[in-house]
């Protein structure tokens, strides 16, 4: 099944350097990306199997078909994980169109034995909320204009701080506060946290 790479706008980001390089045939990044990025694809597969062994299955399969199809990704200005993802999801689909999937799965089957004390089915559920809250941020970012927008991935996506995100964006400190506070204040009207 095609992974779909929805290319519509020239990304306001630069690429990540490990992505730009793994596109290259780099397989020390494309490993580093695999240890990157392997829970988020694991967790995403463990919630829906419900299986651990078919999750680690399926996450392997996710990575190979990554592996195979990278120079052919494009990079869109979202996370590289969204992209894994997408694989993961159609694997997963496919997975259930064969009717393999079992929907039971013993309770020892969550505990990681190198863990222990921690469940794997609380973990898998807080990534799959980071994804999901992922996916509501990128769709809400889309309702900012570009300096907004740029300003707000600086800042939160890339963890800079004002005066870095200044520096960035050839701007004053206080012009990013300002387009920081602009931005926050739609993106709260856009996913509904505010009523006005």
């Known amino acids: ?82 992209w894994l993802i997408t694989i993961a999801k159609n694997l997963y689909l496919d997975e259930l169109g064969r009717g393999r999937t079992r929907l039971e799965t013993p309770v020892a089957e969550f505990h990681d034995p190198q863990e222990p004390g921690r469940c794997v089915e609380s973990l898998a559920l807080r990534e799959l909320e980071a994804v999901e809250a992922h996916e509501t941020v990128r769709t809400a970012l889309h309702s900012l204009n570009a300096h907004q927008r740029h300003c707000v991935e600086l800042r939160f996506l890339d963890e800079l701080t004002p005066a870095e995100t200044a520096r960035a964006m050839g701007r004053s400190v206080g012009a990013v506060k300002t387009l920081t506070y602009r931005a926050l204040r739609k993106l709260r009207w856009t996913t509904g946290a505010v009523s006005v």
Do not use: K, S
């Not at 980001?13 to 990044?29: M, N, Q, S």
């Not at 988020?40 to 195979?68: M, S």
């Open 1 to 82: 099944m095609p992974v779909p790479n929805h290319a519509t706008t020239a990304p306001d980001r630069p690429e990540p350097e490990l992505v730009a390089r793994a596109r290259t045939g780099d397989r020390e990044a494309f490993a580093a990306l695999y240890d990157e990025h392997y829970r988020v694809v694991y967790g995403f597969l463990l919630i829906r199997t419900r299986n651990r062994h078919l999750a680690e299955d399926l996450t392997q399969e996710a990575f190979t078909r990554a592996l195979c199809r990278i120079d052919g990704y494009t990079w869109q200005g979202t996370a590289f994980a969204a």
